[in-house]
């Protein structure tokens, strides 16, 4: 199961991860993803837009993180955000500059499917001598 989606800003892909570091990210500064999503409600735009642009901060720099760390033999696209062989996150100043508004709706449900992506456990298991994967059991 790919743990990585990718959004593209500025002309380059970047990559998007929601592991145990962005989990724990988002469990500090809201509580959990749950209560991210009632605070969101009843909110300005401005505090929306901020707490989106803040999560993608988060997801681009675990993605780039675990692109550098697990990833680094493999070959690098051409439009990947890599300088000197490594990939470099956005920060929130770049987010916001590089979005369109026009794509809210889409930033959405890129981000949510990310973290859902991020938090369906993937198990292995060994039946009579062969390897199985089944994702998304609990």
Excluded: H
């Excluded at 993608?56 to 760390?69: D, H, S, T, W």
């Excluded at 062989?85 to 709706?105: D, F």
């Amino acid at each position: 199961m790919e743990k990585i989606s990718y959004m593209e800003i500025g002309g380059k892909q970047y990559p998007l991860r929601f592991g145990i570091g962005a989990a724990k990210a988002m469990s500090e500064k809201f509580g959990s993803m749950e209560m991210m999503l009632e605070l969101m409600k009843d909110r300005s735009e401005n505090e929306i837009f901020d707490t989106m642009i803040w999560l993608i901060e988060v997801l681009i720099r675990q993605g780039c993180a675990y692109k550098n760390i697990f990833e680094a033999d493999l070959p690098i696209p051409d439009n990947a955000p890599v300088k000197e062989g490594k990939y470099i996150p956005l920060t929130k100043e770049e987010i916001e500059v590089g979005l369109e508004i026009s794509s809210v709706a889409q930033l959405k449900e890129l981000i949510f499917g990310t973290v859902i992506s991020g938090s369906t456990p993937e198990i292995k298991t060994t039946l009579k001598g062969k390897e199985e994967k089944n994702a998304g059991t609990a």
